[in-house]
């Protein structure tokens, strides 16, 4: 090999030498990003320098609420999935409608909703999502929950309450509310247990 090729082949071997170390160093340079850019995902806090990972953040959240956790996200499961298998609809109207009362009943406190959520941890959306869950239940029960002119009659004159002629009809609407929330919450229960056992249930983790 004459001095010409043996040029030629070291400015190749140091080409390629230099193409890795800058592919090197690109990779590095593009894992350190990463992990600065989602340093949350792995760190959540550091002590004096020692570092709170959000995978022990996680498992004590787990050791002490898991179970209900889950046992939460199981039903929402289940009531979604009956609600489709029965081809039901809510209006998001309604979830405006009990969002405002909700909203009305805090203002009466002296109270804003997104202080009351930020106390309770709680964001807009989330609170939502349980109202849909809530009306999606009420919904299923609408069979079972039907409340009857007679029924408002008698309770009236079981319990002796007095009314107004010219609020009468206003009164009975109100009582007529109050007794269908009293056997939603005898029936959901009830629903809700039903749906569990009917369901195939598979738990991978034990809390």
């Known amino acids: ?6 040029l030629s082949v070291n400015t190749s071997r140091r080409f390629s030498i230099s193409v890795k170390t800058v592919a090197l ?8 990003f990463a992990l600065y850019y989602y340093r949350g995902l792995l760190v959540v806090a550091t002590v004096n320098g020692n570092p709170i990972s959000r995978l022990s953040v996680i498992n004590e959240l787990e050791g002490r609420s898991g179970k209900a ?3 939460s996200l199981i039903i929402k499961k289940l009531i979604n999935d009956e609600f489709a298998a ?4 809510i209006n998001e109207g309604d979830v405006d409608s009990k969002v405002k009362e909700i909203e009305d009943q805090l203002k009466v406190q002296g109270q804003t909703l997104e202080s ?17 869950i809530q009306l999606k239940l ?3 029960a609408e069979a079972e929950v039907n409340i009857s ?16 002629k010219e609020k009468e009809a206003e009164a009975k609407n109100q009582i007529k509310e109050q007794l269908r929330q009293q056997k939603l919450q005898e029936v959901i229960p009830t629903i809700i247990q039903n749906l569990k056992s009917q369901a195939k249930i ?3 983790v034990n809390y």
């Open 116 to 132: 009351a959520l930020s106390v309770e941890g709680m964001s807009v959306a989330a609170l939502r999502e349980q109202i849909r």
């Open 86 to 89: 029965k081809n039901l609809s």
């Open 202 to 204: 598979n738990y991978i």
């Open 138 to 140: 009420e919904k299923l």
């Open 69 to 71: 956790a889950l046992d």
């Open 25 to 32: 160093v690109l990779i590095a340079l593009a894992i350190g």
């Open 1 to 6: 090999m004459n001095e010409e090729q043996n």
């Open 149 to 164: 002119d007679e029924d408002v009659n008698r309770y009236i004159e079981e319990n002796k309450i007095p009314i107004e």
